[in-house]
């Protein structure tokens, strides 16, 4: 219920306040969404055009090793947006950089649009690379056979049996991909390219919560739009398997002689994505030398933790009832029970955070009220809880339609009433859903950077909230140990996600 | 006789309000010991049935009690038309329920999952479940995870499970449709005779005529939520009472004819009626209960496909306007082309009564 009446409460604040102030449609506002879409398209463009091939090479061809490199493609998951950014950032420039300090190259700070294309297309590529593959390891081949049979070449039948099955994986991946790049805040800050996101901050930094209202309006806005389109689109979709019969083995396309392109390939998106920024980190490190940084690595880990493990633990605790809603009682309204989620997945944590700031500020909550939630950690961990709920109630989801309702109707035939069958076969059947779930809301929560900057209390310093102001005042080494924090977190994250895909299997 | 153990009359559930009733006023008894089938296509409201005996469902209208204990009645129904509803919960019933998957708990060993049902001390709980293990072989793998097990094993453990608190009754939801073809008939002979043994009363539900026919003490078809007919699997092979029935319950030749006084002209001769009925009648005749001789009076057919199946042979005969299926035995050595007499050697069954 929280969940429903809080993205509605706050839009409702927000377009009355929206009333009072400049037009939303100005000028500048057009440009700066212009900007923001710019950056969207070029970003699922080159995550397009990279993840399709890669996904197809690690699938249906016989490069060797093609299970080793899906998992490297997958690993610059483990580095979020704004350490990416750092570490491209640290790489050139006219002083102290590391090509400049190792190599002794100049070349120039990678800023503005450029950068952030880079940053935020390594950050995003394993989203679209995971989907699409997935897609197409779910792909029928005697569909492509019959094709084939009917006299099709190999390109055609890649043109128009193939491409239109994964057309729902791609939407799919592309719809991750733009409400990242709308939503995010670390990468364009960073880089210094005005999107929508950076706006916000700024506007709010110097300004007032209310001034940043038609920004963060736009926002949601736009992020809505998208996925109305997306929904859209797939609407008119249908793959389901007609006939019975078992899927068989896909056959393999042999690339031979290609071999060395693709490792080629495969090389430079690891190096971009995965080699640079822990080789930076690593490098940073070695630098620090005699400075004290464990104290305050340690006093950041600490809040990082506090507001992230009760987060995860609320969030695993709301999803349950809503996951065992949907699976138990499928309905209308279950379902949209179910959706709501994502809602406060897909909206940008900026404008999610402006609105919480936006509630507690406003003139009706008495002072009392406001003295408590403004700018206190459970505001902070309310708001982390209901962003990555979504997370949450997918492995949750999963493994309570592996168990399926019949055994709690075998647990009740066998005597046991609604609460006994709940705590003695509906939870323990959970289990593994509900370690995973609240495995990835945690990783998540630490990683996490817009959220923490609106709404942690003044003084919590979390890992992220480091590395992002040292980066800002091009202290780099100083930001390095945070830095690896995050990514050691971040590596777990990813460690948690492959296990569990394991397991699916 | 005493009475039944199980009473179910005017049973009634939809799944949309106001679309067509998924089971409908549907009556039957079941007696102490007896397995009844429930046997009809998919989608015709056998599942449902079974799982609105076990309370997993909310019946619309009916009443359902077991052994003199009312576990479900609706108002206007078995009583004055004031009476309170009731709907016993599943875990009050004591109705044992296995499942097509089997639904055993996969956190639990074998042992705890045929435990779980148990009340009382721990070892008095050991020792029953333990029996009931022993009785389907499954005792020496009692501590092993149900995913470890193959599915005829699965199965076997999901059949103590719901066998070891002794309840009365015990429904079976297509139970053997997950075993392959050799394991399900060995199975199948195996329950029937544990359950006779136990002196369990069931209720198996299937849509396997062959599995209904050698597994039922009676037999009830089901066709569109209603059931058609209720018998011995010999009566309701022998005697189908109407057209579905005598389809679905194996093959048939079904024709329509003109009867006078118990007998009627056909293609292939006067036909013998099971019973004295004047008019326009569907009968049914098995197609083993008509044999092929070589052509020599009339009435002569023409062969138009022969199925060798080893012991026994499948034709189809055209005969003027109409195609008979003829079961002969493995001796009968027609070829397609062949002119052939077919021969009712048993009276054909009336399955549409005067009343239409």
């Known amino acids: 219920m929280a969940a429903v009446a809080l993205p509605l409460g706050y839009l409702a604040v927000q377009s009355l306040r929206a009333e009072e102030l400049p037009p939303v449609f100005t000028e500048s506002n057009a440009a700066l969404l212009w900007r923001t879409m710019l950056l969207a398209s070029v970003v699922l ?102 094709a084939r049979s009917l006299g099709r070449g190999r390109l055609a039948v890649l043109w128009t049996v193939v491409m239109p099955q994964l057309k729902p994986a791609f939407l799919a991946g592309a719809m991750l991909v733009i409400l990242h790049v709308v939503a995010d805040f670390g990468v364009v800050s960073l880089m210094g390219y005005d999107t929508l996101s950076r706006v916000l901050w700024t506007t709010y930094n110097t300004s007032t919560a209310q001034e940043a209202a038609p920004v963060a309006m736009m926002l949601v806005a736009l992020a809505c739009g998208f996925i109305v389109v997306e929904m859209g689109l797939l609407r008119r979709v249908r793959l389901d398997r007609a006939g019975i019969g078992t899927a068989r083995k896909q056959s393999l396309v042999r690339i031979g002689w290609w071999h060395p392109l693709v490792y080629l390939l495969f090389a430079a998106v690891f190096l971009i994505s995965v080699v640079v920024p822990a080789g930076t980190v690593a490098y940073w490190m070695s630098r620090l030398g005699a400075v004290q940084w464990w104290p305050d690595v340690r006093e950041a880990l600490l809040r990082s933790v506090e507001a992230s493990v009760p987060a995860a633990i609320c969030a695993t605790a709301i999803a ?55 700018q206190s950690l459970p505001l902070l961990i309310f708001a982390y809880t209901f962003h990555f709920l979504a997370e949450a109630v997918g492995p949750v989801r999963s493994s309570m339609y592996l168990a399926g309702p019949r055994l709690e109707e075998a647990s009740r035939a066998l005597g046991r009433g609604r609460v006994a ?53 091009v202290e780099f080494a100083k930001a390095a140990p945070f830095a690896l924090a995050i990514l050691l977190f971040s590596a777990a994250f990813v460690g948690v996600l492959l296990l569990e895909g394991r397991e699916d299997q | 006789m005493t009475a039944p153990l199980l009473r179910i009359r005017h049973l009634t559930k939809r799944f949309v309000p106001d679309g067509p009733p998924v089971v409908d006023d549907v009556a039957f008894e079941v007696n102490r010991g007896e397995i009844l089938v429930l046997l009809g296509p998919s989608g015709c409201g056998k599942t449902t049935t079974l799982r ?90 009692a501590h092993r995870k149900p995913h470890t097990l193959s599915g005829g094993q ?36 195996e329950v029937r005779k544990l359950l006779h043994e136990q002196n369990m009363a069931a209720i198996l539900v299937t849509h396997d005529q062959e599995e209904a026919l050698s597994f039922g003490d009676r037999i009830a078809v089901m066709n569109c939520g209603r059931i058609e007919q209720i018998g011995s699997p010999v009566e309701v092979y022998e005697k189908p009472a109407t057209t579905f029935v005598a389809s679905f319950l194996g093959r048939t030749n079904l024709m329509k004819v003109n009867a006078k006084a118990g007998v009627a002209p056909s293609a292939i ?61 493995y001796r009968c050595r027609f070829e397609p082309g062949d002119r052939v007499n077919v021969l009712a050697s048993e009276a054909a069954v009336v399955v549409d009564a005067k009343k239409k």
């Open chain 1, 45 to 146: 463009t080159v995550t397009t055009l990279l993840g399709l091939p890669m996904a197809w090479l690690t699938v249906r061809t016989n490069l060797a090793g093609r299970r080793m490199l899906a998992v490297l493609a997958v690993l610059p998951l483990a580095i979020p947006g704004y350490v990416m950014a750092y570490a491209l950032l640290s790489l050139g420039g006219a002083y102290d950089s590391v090509l400049g300090n190792l190599f002794g190259w100049q070349i120039d700070r990678p800023r503005g649009f450029l950068g952030a294309v880079l940053a935020l297309s390594a950050y995003n590529l394993p989203y679209m690379f995971l989907t699409l593959r997935a897609a197409m390891q779910d792909l029928d081949p005697s569909m492509e056979e019959a």
């Open chain 1, 320 to 374: 349950v009832p809503i996951a065992l809603m949907r699976a138990r009682y499928p309905s209308k309204s279950s379902f949209v029970l179910e959706r709501l989620p994502f809602i406060g997945y897909a909206t940008p944590a900026l404008a999610f955070a402006l609105s919480l700031i936006m509630l507690c500020t406003a003139t009706w909550v008495p002072d009392w009220l406001y003295e408590r939630i403004y």
């Open chain 1, 421 to 473: 069958t709940f705590f003695r076969v509906t939870l323990p059947v959970l289990r593994h859903g509900l370690i995973v779930s609240m495995a990835l809301v945690f990783l998540s929560c630490m990683k996490e950077l817009p959220l923490t900057m609106l709404l942690a209390p003044i003084g919590f310093e979390t890992l992220a909230k480091n590395v992002w102001d040292y980066s800002e005042n």
């Open chain 2, 52 to 141: 609105l005996i076990a309370g997993f469902e909310h019946a619309e209208h009916g009443y359902i009690v077991l052994d003199d204990r009312v576990l479900t009645v609706t108002p206007g129904c078995g009583g004055a038309p004031g009476i309170k509803p009731v709907h016993i919960r599943p875990e009050r019933r004591g109705i044992g329920f296995v499942f097509q998957d089997y639904a055993l708990f996969p956190h639990l060993s074998v042992l705890r999952n045929t435990t779980y049902g148990l009340r009382g001390a721990w070892w008095t709980r050991k020792a029953r479940a333990l029996e009931a293990l022993r009785l389907v072989g499954m005792a020496d793998l």
């Open chain 2, 154 to 189: 699965q199965q076997r453990v999901a059949l103590a499970r719901s066998m070891a608190p002794a309840p009365k009754l015990i429904l079976l939801d297509e139970p053997f449709s997950n075993l392959d073809a050799g394991l399900r008939e060995a199975t199948r002979l």
């Open chain 2, 269 to 329: 001769g006067t036909l013998r009626l099971d019973r004295a009925v004047d008019g326009d009648v569907t009968v049914s005749l098995r197609p083993e209960h008509l044999s092929l001789t070589p052509a020599a009076n009339g009435d002569t057919g023409e062969v138009i496909s022969r199925d060798f199946r080893g012991h026994d042979l499948i034709f189809r005969v055209r005969v003027g306007e109409e195609t008979y299926t003829v079961h002969t035995d």
